[in-house]
């Protein structure tokens, strides 16, 4: 496609619950990011991908998140056992690998939790 | 650690005024920086970055920032705003990894 496109646009879940949030980076990128951005606040780094490898995972708040990228192409951002703070819009953005420091990014997943 | 703030939570322009966004960066090496602009229910679309070289940049919308490193500053503007400026403009920085760290944003508001 010719943007990073993410499903579901908006979700509900129970607490207790467990989500599972899709993203298809734009074809050929190599790197691929997950952001979560909280209301009224900017977007904070959860995860990283170069390919199919999880470079970085240090801004996932605990052990409940969890993410994949199994090809090197879409990625997977589960939540387990959801909690209320976990109410935020979840942004994906990848990027090439000539401007790997360029990221475009999809519309976003916003999730709450009641 | 490395940050980025915006001091201004929400800015009110009249239509066909001139707008200027604040964004400051903490130390470190001469930073990759970025404007990106939100509006509602979007994601993030990117207006410009600078990386180095010429310290005014150009970017898409009419939009231009001014890098100056005497003031770790990074402010971005636009000589005339339009009512579709309307939305939440974000000033990041690159960090390890490609990663970047963002400021908490500011609100632009548009009067007619």
């Known amino acids: 496609g010719a943007g990073v496109s993410q499903s579901p646009r908006y979700k509900v879940a129970k607490r207790g619950q467990d989500v599972a949030l899709r993203c298809d980076p734009i074809?050929?990128?190599?790197?691929l990011f997950w952001y979560q951005q909280a209301l009224g606040q900017g977007p904070e780094f959860l995860t990283y991908f170069q390919n199919e490898a999880q470079l970085d995972k240090s801004g996932l708040p605990s052990d409940r998140f969890f993410a994949e990228r199994p090809e090197g192409s879409v990625s997977t951002l589960k939540i387990q056992r959801t909690q209320q703070e976990d109410s935020a819009v979840y942004l994906c953005?990848?990027?090439?690998?000539?401007?790997?420091?360029?990221?475009?990014f999809g519309p976003g997943t916003r999730l709450t939790v009641t | 650690a490395q940050s980025v703030t915006q001091p201004d939570i929400h800015i009110t322009v009249s239509e066909g005024a001139s707008l200027e966004l604040r964004c400051n960066y903490s130390?470190?090496?001469?930073?990759?920086l970025f404007w990106y602009v939100q509006s509602p229910g979007q994601g993030l679309q990117l207006l410009l970055k600078y990386f180095s070289g010429d310290t005014l940049v150009q970017g898409i919308k009419g939009f231009e920032a001014e890098f100056k490193r005497s003031q770790s500053s990074f402010n971005l503007r636009k000589p005339s705003v339009h009512w579709s400026d309307a939305a939440e403009y974000f000033c990041?920085?690159?960090?390890?990894?490609?990663?970047?760290?963002f400021g908490g944003g500011t609100r632009v508001l548009v009067k007619p």
């Open positions: 953005a990848s990027s090439s690998r000539d401007r790997s420091y360029e990221q475009y």
């Open positions: 990041a920085r690159k960090a390890a990894g490609n990663k970047l760290t």
């Open positions: 074809s050929g990128h190599v790197s």
């Open positions: 130390y470190g090496a001469t930073p990759y």
